[in-house]
């Protein structure tokens, strides 16, 4: 089994940014990668973002693509996206999620919810506009 838990989201005006962090415990050898998705009010949860963790390959989706970056810390087995320039539109629930599986973390057309074996309880982001 592996624990996540995410951190750091809040209420911040367009234009801010905002660090989020995911910390792995548990079983972290097992999976291949974390992913952050999100999801807004009345939508579907999203993916924006994955890294690899054998290699620490990063994607992007497009709509966050030179706004965030995600970036890892292996000695604490925590991930972070950082999100600059945040937009209205930036405004959901994040969620950072584990997959055992490496096939979902190689394209962001490839992070399907039910792809994904592990899953933190999630954090706000509100971007005020």
């Known amino acids: 089994q592996v624990q996540l838990e995410e951190s750091g989201g809040g209420l911040v005006e367009a234009g801010g940014s905002l660090k989020l962090s995911c910390t792995a415990s548990?079983?972290?050898?097992?999976?291949?990668?974390i992913g952050w998705f999100r999801q807004a009010p009345g939508k579907e949860r999203e993916g924006i973002s994955s890294i690899t963790m054998r290699d620490g390959k990063i994607y992007y989706a497009d709509s966050v693509k030179d706004r965030f970056l995600m970036t890892r810390d292996n000695a604490k087995n925590t991930v972070y996206l950082q999100m600059n320039d945040l937009k209205a539109e930036d405004t959901a629930v994040y969620y950072c999620a584990a997959a055992t599986d490496a096939t979902p973390l190689l394209h962001i057309a490839n992070m399907r919810v039910r792809s994904f074996d592990y899953w933190g309880q999630g954090t706000q982001v509100t971007v005020s506009s």
């Open positions: 548990g079983f972290t050898s097992t999976y291949n990668g």
